[in-house]
């Protein structure tokens, strides 16, 4: 038998982590939020990251992206679980290795510093489309788009240019081709 | 133009329309709109209780001996956070219940106000769903709605904050909605091939067993009668979990008993060997499977649950029937019906050497313990009290711990909704309010809570809501003067350091009685142990029956933490060979 996730007894056999992408449709009514955060924290299951707004007016439906990690066997439960809640609508589930889906981050630097740093720093972000959305004489705030390791390796490169502060958001994801989420 | 309804009218007026005969409660300021409108609704009957968790498991013991779902009012703060441990206990053994609570003016809200508190945070993960009804407009629809949710898919606890200002305000009345949708949350839709595998693989099976559950229970009484009718026409071996206890007959032949911790040998070795193991509405509890890792090695397991999250959460399975257990179960029958008619009398042969094994494990009796003359066994106590009162159709509670064990062990049940225990939260203070709310279902029925002098020390306060409504409950006390299943377990486990676990101060159970103004009983011996049953039985007011038993019993058989169902403990003299060690000391 494959071995189980019970509290209670002990299991020897160490089961391979994936890392998925969950999205979770949701109404956008009070507390919502806090009944998929709390599954996830009371059932002891991991939030990487964590996009949420509402994505329709009229129905007033909210997309919630979950990055998590587990074992197949968890992230089945997850979802299972998720659907159990009456506000949830529809929950989708990708590994993060899935090519048929688009994921991105977005991230803002503040960088200050000489001239000569600033423009080093935003030539450094060339690859990730990098926007300047504020420059003075001292400081630049970048924005970029791209995958959570490229902003992870991003906020360290740029400290070399004068990094002051990263805002970045948890990822949203959104399927190739005229295919939806089921 | 219609009618305008205050929000504490329109309470009872969706209550009504829900076919809500009583409701358990407690007033307090948040509440007081709508306890002034109770004398209005006279359909509606309000049973005060002692203390907020009386209110819930009294509600929890209201819905699982009458199938319906049991109603709760309590008021702001305190009486929310009191009732949490009831609604918990409700969500944990999948009974419907809905909660109104009330909550300070929608004003004053966050401000820390009296008696405030974050009622629908607190309770979030433990009820099914739950509402802040900020809103007069939404109220009906939500408290109809609230109703859907408790008692449709798996049943549970919803819970309904109504603020006191909404409680004041008048809107119409908006009647519930036919429409069954449910969000699709209620899971009912299988295939006749997931149908027609179980058959296959029920008619290749040499070692089947039906391993069952709440579940058989939570889909009414119809479901038992088609497990009874699919377990008689297949001629295998049953066995099922504390929560399932009375789906099938307690004294049939081809019942194993209970499985699982305290479960029987054979049920336990059943489950271990067999080949195919068909779960039924029970979800492999860690206290059901043991050590996972060992659990039934060679079987095909099939699930039939109505929650898809149970399936493969505990345990993998090779099929999985997700479905309402009468439904699953008609149509098990019709296609055995058609498929294989002669089932029975293919099987027997194909069957028999398993009925052998079976037997050569029963042959162990593993209920057996050693009796006494001078002491009464709690277990004697427990046979006694069924065999004075099996003709009688009674309902039993249970409190949390030893005598709860021994009550499912040696108490023999034949019909559904006849046992309420607390399984899954294993809560002490339980039985009592429990058999409050039986009894107000049943007034005419004989309820007793089999307790223990520690538990029922937790909510004994409810023995004045017993009186106060002529509800004849008997509380049966297995007196040991410990916290038996804890005082066994530090024996076990913790080289006897018997660390709080003796209560040096028990209140005198039968002054207790009389200071309630209801009766009280002791039995000190065997001898007089019969003629004192049959006192309390005669009487017809509420009594307190304090049975001394043996200190130091132990209840077995036992699975010890970590071990798998093969190697059960079966009595004192075994206890010393198969002394618990290692990792499985720090188990729970």
Same mark, same amino acid.
């Given at each position: 038998m494959p071995n189980s996730k019970s509290a209670y007894s002990f299991s020897n056999k160490k089961e391979k982590f994936d890392t998925h992408i969950i999205v979770v449709w949701v109404d956008n009514e009070a507390g919502v939020l806090a009944r998929v955060v709390g599954l996830f924290s009371g059932r002891g299951y991991n939030i990487e990251s964590l996009a949420v707004a509402q994505v329709d007016e009229k129905l007033k439906i909210s997309r919630i992206t979950i990055v998590t990690t587990g074992t197949p066997q968890v992230v089945n439960q997850i979802k299972l679980q998720l659907k159990k809640l009456v506000p949830v609508h529809k929950v989708a589930d990708f590994k993060r290795e899935d090519k048929a889906v688009i994921f991105k981050e977005m991230a803002l630097f503040k960088i200050v510093g000489p001239n000569n740093k600033l423009e080093r720093a935003l030539k450094a972000c060339k690859k990730y489309n990098p926007v300047l959305l504020d420059k003075t004489k001292k400081s630049n705030v970048i924005q970029i788009t791209a995958l959570r390791r490229e902003i992870d390796k991003m906020s360290k490169d740029l400290k070399k240019f004068g990094l002051v502060s990263v805002s970045r958001t948890g990822a949203v994801a959104m399927t190739r081709g005229a295919d939806i989420f089921k | 133009m219609s009618k305008l309804y205050s929000g504490a009218e329109i309470v009872f007026k969706c209550m009504e329309d829900q076919n809500v005969d009583h409701i358990f409660g407690y007033p307090g300021g948040a509440v007081l709109p709508i306890y002034d409108e109770l004398q209005n609704f006279k359909s509606i009957k309000h049973v005060l209780v002692r203390h907020e968790q009386g209110a819930g498991h009294a509600a929890e013991g209201y819905a699982r001996s009458s199938g319906k779902p049991g109603v709760i009012l309590v008021t702001s703060g305190p009486g929310a956070t009191n009732v949490v441990t009831a609604l918990t206990d409700a969500y944990m053994d999948s009974i419907p219940l809905v909660c109104i609570s009330g909550q300070v003016p929608t004003h004053l809200i966050g401000t820390d106000a009296f008696q405030e508190c974050d009622t629908t945070g607190i309770t979030r993960p433990c009820t099914k769903h739950n509402w802040l009804v900020k809103d007069i407009n939404d109220l009906a629809e939500t408290i109809h709605k609230a109703f859907e949710v408790a008692t449709t898919g798996r049943p549970g606890p919803v819970l309904v904050d109504i603020p006191k200002d909404i409680q004041f305000q008048k809107t119409k009345?908006?009647?519930? @909605?036919?429409?069954?949708?449910?969000?699709?949350?209620?899971?009912?839709?299988?295939?006749?091939?997931?149908?027609?595998? *179980?058959?296959?693989?029920?008619?290749?099976?040499?070692?089947?067993?039906?391993?069952?559950?709440g579940g058989v229970i939570n889909s009414g009484p119809k479901a038992s009668e088609l497990l009874r009718e699919l377990v008689y026409a297949t001629g295998f071996p049953i066995t099922s979990t504390l929560q399932g206890l009375g789906s099938f007959p307690g004294d049939d032949n081809q019942f194993l008993g209970m499985l699982g911790m305290h479960g029987t040998y054979e049920a336990n070795n059943a489950m271990h060997d067999c080949d195919l193991m068909i779960n039924i509405g029970a979800r492999f509890d860690d206290r059901i499977t043991g050590k996972i890792d060992e659990f039934s090695p060679n079987s095909k397991k099939v699930h039939i649950d109505i929650d898809p999250s149970s399936i493969n959460k505990n345990v993998k399975v090779d099929l999985a029937i997700v479905g309402d257990v009468k439904t699953v179960l008609s149509s098990i029958l019709k296609s055995l019906k058609q498929k294989k008619s002669k089932f029975l009398k293919s099987n027997k042969q194909k069957t028999s050497k398993w009925w052998e094994?079976?037997? @050569?494990?029963?042959?162990?009796?593993?209920?057996?313990?050693?009796?006494?003359?001078?002491?009464?066994?709690?277990?004697?106590?427990?046979?006694?009290?069924?065999?004075?009162?099996?003709?009688?159709?009674? &309902?039993?509670?249970?409190?949390?711990?030893?005598?709860?064990?021994?009550?499912?062990?040696?108490?023999?049940?034949?019909? $559904?909704?006849?046992?309420?225990?607390?399984?899954?939260?294993?809560? %002490?203070?339980?039985?009592?309010?429990?058999?409050?709310?039986?009894?107000? #279902?049943?007034?005419?029925?004989?309820?007793?809570? +089999?307790?223990?002098?520690?538990?029922?020390?937790?909510?004994?306060?409810?023995?004045?809501? #017993?009186?106060?409504?002529? *509800?004849?409950?008997?509380? /049966?006390?297995?007196?040991?003067?410990? %916290?038996?299943?804890?005082?066994?377990?530090?024996?076990? *486990?913790?080289?006897?350091? &018997?660390?709080?676990?003796?209560?040096?101060?028990?209140?005198? /159970?039968? !002054?207790?009685?009389?200071?309630?103004?209801?009766?009280?009983?002791? #039995?000190?011996?065997?001898?007089?142990?019969?003629?004192?049953?049959?006192?309390?039985?005669?009487?017809?007011? $509420?009594?307190?029956?304090?049975?001394?038993?043996?200190?130091?019993?132990?209840?077995?058989?036992?699975?010890?933490?970590?071990?798998?169902?093969?190697? %059960?403990?079966?009595?004192?003299?075994?206890?010393?060979? !198969? @002394? +618990?060690?290692? @990792?499985?000391?720090? *188990?729970?």
């Amino acid at each position: 038998m494959p071995n189980s996730k019970s509290a209670y007894s002990f299991s020897n056999k160490k089961e391979k982590f994936d890392t998925h992408i969950i999205v979770v449709w949701v109404d956008n009514e009070a507390g919502v939020l806090a009944r998929v955060v709390g599954l996830f924290s009371g059932r002891g299951y991991n939030i990487e990251s964590l996009a949420v707004a509402q994505v329709d007016e009229k129905l007033k439906i909210s997309r919630i992206t979950i990055v998590t990690t587990g074992t197949p066997q968890v992230v089945n439960q997850i979802k299972l679980q998720l659907k159990k809640l009456v506000p949830v609508h529809k929950v989708a589930d990708f590994k993060r290795e899935d090519k048929a889906v688009i994921f991105k981050e977005m991230a803002l630097f503040k960088i200050v510093g000489p001239n000569n740093k600033l423009e080093r720093a935003l030539k450094a972000c060339k690859k990730y489309n990098p926007v300047l959305l504020d420059k003075t004489k001292k400081s630049n705030v970048i924005q970029i788009t791209a995958l959570r390791r490229e902003i992870d390796k991003m906020s360290k490169d740029l400290k070399k240019f004068g990094l002051v502060s990263v805002s970045r958001t948890g990822a949203v994801a959104m399927t190739r081709g005229a295919d939806i989420f089921k | 133009m219609s009618k305008l309804y205050s929000g504490a009218e329109i309470v009872f007026k969706c209550m009504e329309d829900q076919n809500v005969d009583h409701i358990f409660g407690y007033p307090g300021g948040a509440v007081l709109p709508i306890y002034d409108e109770l004398q209005n609704f006279k359909s509606i009957k309000h049973v005060l209780v002692r203390h907020e968790q009386g209110a819930g498991h009294a509600a929890e013991g209201y819905a699982r001996s009458s199938g319906k779902p049991g109603v709760i009012l309590v008021t702001s703060g305190p009486g929310a956070t009191n009732v949490v441990t009831a609604l918990t206990d409700a969500y944990m053994d999948s009974i419907p219940l809905v909660c109104i609570s009330g909550q300070v003016p929608t004003h004053l809200i966050g401000t820390d106000a009296f008696q405030e508190c974050d009622t629908t945070g607190i309770t979030r993960p433990c009820t099914k769903h739950n509402w802040l009804v900020k809103d007069i407009n939404d109220l009906a629809e939500t408290i109809h709605k609230a109703f859907e949710v408790a008692t449709t898919g798996r049943p549970g606890p919803v819970l309904v904050d109504i603020p006191k200002d909404i409680q004041f305000q008048k809107t119409k009345y908006k009647k519930p @909605k036919n429409e069954n949708k449910l969000n699709g949350k209620s899971h009912n839709h299988f295939n006749q091939n997931s149908i027609d595998q *179980l058959i296959d693989l029920m008619s290749k099976s040499s070692k089947p067993i039906f391993y069952t559950g709440g579940g058989v229970i939570n889909s009414g009484p119809k479901a038992s009668e088609l497990l009874r009718e699919l377990v008689y026409a297949t001629g295998f071996p049953i066995t099922s979990t504390l929560q399932g206890l009375g789906s099938f007959p307690g004294d049939d032949n081809q019942f194993l008993g209970m499985l699982g911790m305290h479960g029987t040998y054979e049920a336990n070795n059943a489950m271990h060997d067999c080949d195919l193991m068909i779960n039924i509405g029970a979800r492999f509890d860690d206290r059901i499977t043991g050590k996972i890792d060992e659990f039934s090695p060679n079987s095909k397991k099939v699930h039939i649950d109505i929650d898809p999250s149970s399936i493969n959460k505990n345990v993998k399975v090779d099929l999985a029937i997700v479905g309402d257990v009468k439904t699953v179960l008609s149509s098990i029958l019709k296609s055995l019906k058609q498929k294989k008619s002669k089932f029975l009398k293919s099987n027997k042969q194909k069957t028999s050497k398993w009925w052998e094994k079976i037997q @050569k494990w029963r042959s162990v009796r593993s209920l057996d313990y050693i009796g006494s003359e001078e002491t009464i066994k709690p277990q004697y106590a427990i046979e006694r009290l069924y065999e004075l009162t099996k003709d009688k159709d009674s &309902y039993i509670t249970t409190e949390v711990g030893q005598h709860q064990m021994w009550a499912a062990q040696h108490y023999k049940f034949n019909k $559904p909704n006849r046992w309420m225990t607390s399984g899954g939260l294993g809560t %002490m203070g339980y039985g009592l309010p429990a058999a409050v709310g039986v009894q107000v #279902a049943h007034p005419k029925k004989l309820v007793i809570d +089999i307790a223990g002098e520690a538990s029922v020390l937790m909510t004994i306060q409810e023995m004045s809501t #017993a009186v106060q409504y002529n *509800l004849p409950i008997k509380i /049966f006390i297995l007196n040991n003067q410990y %916290m038996g299943m804890v005082r066994q377990w530090q024996e076990l *486990l913790h080289d006897k350091n &018997y660390s709080e676990s003796y209560t040096a101060a028990l209140p005198d /159970f039968v !002054k207790l009685a009389e200071a309630y103004n209801c009766v009280g009983i002791r #039995a000190k011996t065997p001898e007089e142990l019969d003629d004192k049953i049959i006192e309390m039985l005669n009487i017809d007011r $509420p009594v307190i029956f304090d049975c001394m038993v043996d200190k130091v019993e132990n209840c077995f058989p036992m699975i010890p933490s970590g071990k798998p169902h093969n190697q %059960m403990i079966l009595g004192p003299k075994d206890q010393e060979n !198969k @002394k +618990i060690t290692g @990792k499985g000391k720090s *188990l729970v």
